[in-house]
């Protein structure tokens, strides 16, 4: 097969611990041909899509991984299956760009994750249509509503809906303090909608991303445990990320969740998930594959090609 990834410039890859790159090795393992990518390569012109794509030889050095082809323009639907890989931040670019792979799925090109569902699922938003598996929730705009949930719950998050890696993270202790700040800061004076929850203690074993690849939950998960006094488990923001069998509740989400988002076109999916609860649903570029692999010995990114081959 002919398999193409739109990701970030490759020499920004950190093989060591890149999602991408182990699913690239694995390709390339199969006897499947790799391309490569940048949303910046993208065009439509006289009602195609095209993108000027490189060819992709991996050389099995970890520093200089791979050899590149010249650039040139293919149509999308020339590839058996592109792999939308992505990182956020999920903007109006992100946007544009699943509009001109959506189009390219009209002319036959097949794309992973389905790029309208991609738009349709808010990596924060998303957890709303789950409701049975997540702590107490608020998103508005409002800072009164804000106020009286932190008055009901006395210990909360607040967390923008387009942040990612951590960033734009509160905790607002019973005190209340800097709670009026941080609202008007999150929300630009009222002009921007947020999320707030109810803070889960739990989150000191771990923020756990669980894996759902094809509709199946992978049996292990990564746990980011914060560090310090940094209430944030993501790795971006210095957590530690500790391999480790999923629990009851872990599988008992990603088995609910996973047939659902597989139909609606989630190839791969990452949740995460705080003790008990479901905090969030990746859907752009979904991580932790080799730090898994090398923890418990789980081969994601092969788990990930088998479902990428059924699928086609």
Not at 224 to 229: K, L
Not at 301 to 306: K, L, Q, R
Request: with cysteine; charged share 25%.
């Amino acid at each position: 097969m002919k398999i193409a990834f739109l990701a970030d410039p490759l020499n920004t890859f950190k093989t060591y611990k890149d999602s991408t790159y182990a699913m690239m090795v694995e390709a390339v393992k199969r006897g499947h041909t790799i391309y490569a990518f940048e949303q910046k390569d993208m065009a439509l012109e006289s009602g195609i899509v095209t993108a000027n794509v490189v060819r992709v030889s991996l050389t099995g050095d970890d520093k200089d991984w791979y050899r590149a082809s010249a650039p040139a323009a293919m149509f999308l639907s020339e590839f058996d299956a592109i792999l939308l890989r992505k990182d956020p931040p999920f903007d109006m670019e992100y946007i544009y760009t699943t509009y001109l792979l959506e189009l390219a799925e009209t002319q036959g090109a097949r794309v992973f994750n389905k790029p309208q569902a991609i738009r349709d699922h808010n990596e924060k938003l998303a957890i709303a249509q789950f409701s049975k598996y997540t702590s107490p929730t608020l998103v508005t705009r409002d800072a009164a509503r804000l106020r009286a949930f932190h008055a009901e719950h006395q210990d909360v998050i607040l967390k923008p809906l387009d942040g990612m890696g951590g960033t734009g993270i509160f905790r607002v202790r019973q005190d209340g303090l800097n709670l009026g700040s941080i609202i008007e800061t999150l929300t630009d004076n009222g002009h921007r909608t947020i999320m707030i929850q109810r803070f889960i203690p739990e989150i000191v074993a771990g923020d756990k991303r669980v894996l759902v690849i094809g509709g199946k939950v992978v049996p292990y998960s990564l746990a980011r445990i914060p560090q310090g006094s940094e209430v944030r488990g993501n790795l971006a923001a210095g957590g530690i990320g500790v391999a480790q069998p999923l629990t009851a509740r872990d599988r008992e989400i990603g088995e609910a969740l996973g047939p659902v988002l597989s139909q609606r076109g989630l190839l791969l999916v990452g949740l995460d998930v705080i003790g008990d609860y479901l905090t969030e649903v990746n859907v752009t570029s979904p991580t932790c594959f080799q730090e898994i692999k090398q923890q418990a010995g789980f081969d994601v990114a092969e788990m990930f090609i088998d479902a990428l081959e059924a699928a086609l």
